[in-house]
């Protein structure tokens, strides 16, 4: 049984930090690529970043690059998404994702609320 639990979440001021974590189980972590995504209020989910299996690639939406660092500890069945100089606009609810055996798995979500 697929499990993705996302922690980390929170109220940050506008300039702060935050890193999220996802842990997971039921599927190989090691030898799966991974993504986060994030949904605001009022708006469609969307992608945030992505992982290479074990970590040599990545890559961001443009509204999150040079902020945001993906990574992952295949040790510990662990994705992390580090976010720095968060904005008023990156509030939203984060999301870890993975496609196993061609199924979509999300986990539950974690709200990050950037607010002064």
């Known amino acids: 049984q697929v499990q993705l639990v996302e922690s980390g979440g929170g109220l940050v001021q506008p300039g702060g930090s935050l890193r999220l974590s996802c842990i997971v189980s039921?599927?190989?972590?090691?030898?799966?690529?991974m993504r986060w995504y994030r949904q605001a209020p009022g708006k469609e989910r969307e992608w945030v970043a992505f992982?290479?299996?074990?970590?040599?690639?990545?890559s961001y939406a443009e509204s999150v690059k040079g902020r945001f660092t993906i990574s992952r500890d295949n040790a510990k069945n662990t994705m992390y998404l580090e976010m720095n100089t968060l904005k008023p606009e990156d509030t939203a609810v984060y999301y870890c994702?993975?496609?196993?055996?061609?199924?979509?798995?999300w986990g539950q979500g974690t709200q990050v609320t950037v607010s002064s």
């Open positions: 992982i290479s299996s074990r970590g040599y690639t990545t």
């Open positions: 994702y993975v496609q196993v055996r061609s199924i979509d798995y």
């Open positions: 039921g599927f190989t972590f090691s030898t799966t690529w």
